[in-house]
Nanobody
Framework: QVQFVESGGGLVQPGGSLRLSCGAS????????MAWYRQAPGKQRELVAR???????NYADSVKGRFTISRDNAKNTVYLQMNSLQPEDTAVYYC?????????WGQGTQVTVSS
């Protein structure tokens, strides 16, 4: 079964940028939807962005115009480019893929936006 490993999180000042990567242990070519979720302390996990195998993307209203999701099937990797980061973006970010019989989650990577 494919496993995800996220990387690229860290501490950044408000207005800064980070690029998260979600590396898969196997091919993501046949995985139709890949997504990024996030969970802030004391809050429910929420969808940040999703991308289909055809390249269609959707974003949460709170990140539209600032975040960009992309996928590179040849590298089995999904990216989340995050610009103009704000303190409210602080959360653990998770890679996610819904499959027919199950759902795959990564272990998460911490993003902290603070001066």
């Amino acid at each position: 079964q494919v496993q995800f490993v996220e990387s690229g999180g860290g501490l950044v000042q408000p207005g800064g940028s980070l690029r998260l990567s979600c590396g898969a242990s196997g091919s993501i070519y046949d995985i139709h939807v890949m997504a990024w979720y996030r969970q802030a302390p004391g809050k429910q996990r929420e969808l940040v962005a999703r991308i289909t195998s055809g390249g269609t993307t959707n974003y949460a209203d709170s990140v539209k115009g600032r975040f960009t999701i992309s996928r590179d099937n040849a590298k089995n990797t999904v990216y989340l480019q995050m610009n103009s980061l704000q303190p409210e973006d602080t959360a653990v970010y998770y890679c996610y893929a819904p499959l027919i019989s199950t759902a795959l989650w990564g272990q998460g990577t911490q993003v902290t936006v603070s001066s």
